[in-house]
């Protein structure tokens, strides 16, 4: 598996090694940025914007799988509990959508699918007060 490392100020140890997940949290939680410095494995450092598909792939939502019978976290089925020892064909299933936050303003990076769920929630406000005056 591919190790990860950031490169942090000179004041601080480089953080590593992390699982490509661990790196796609540090760039959801605006950790790490398009100017970030970053290493695979034992390669040299390189821009964190020279990752194709980091930011992207950061913005993807996440599935979680649980066991059906006890709840416990699992794998993505087919796979066997190792709690309960079901086997697992279908899962229950938690889907988060994710964003970027602005380490300079801490907000979210709002993607296209944000700015049409917010414009439709305008709408349906200025529906909801149009109903209202009737």
């Known amino acids: 598996m591919t190790k990860w490392f950031v490169q942090?100020?000179?004041?601080?140890?480089?953080?590593?090694p992390l699982r490509p997940s661990e790196l796609l949290e540090m760039v959801r939680g605006g950790t790490v940025t398009?100017?970030?410095?970053?290493?695979?494995?034992?390669?040299?450092?390189f821009s964190a914007s020279n990752v194709g598909g980091l930011f992207e792939a950061a913005m993807r939502p996440t599935i979680r799988y649980f066991c059906p019978q006890c709840e416990t976290e699992v794998t993505e089925p087919p796979v066997n509990c190792h709690v309960?020892?079901?086997?697992?064909?279908?899962?229950?299933?938690?889907?988060?959508e994710n964003t970027i936050v602005n380490p300079a303003d801490q907000t979210a990076v709002g993607s296209a699918g944000n700015s049409v769920k917010n414009w439709l929630k305008k709408k349906r406000i200025v529906k909801n007060r149009g109903n209202e005056s009737n």
């Open 84 to 96: 309960c020892g079901r086997e697992i064909q279908q899962a229950l299933t938690q889907i988060t």
């Open 34 to 45: 398009s100017e970030s410095m970053l290493r695979k494995d034992d390669s040299n450092w």
């Open 8 to 16: 942090q100020d000179e004041s601080q140890e480089d953080l590593g």
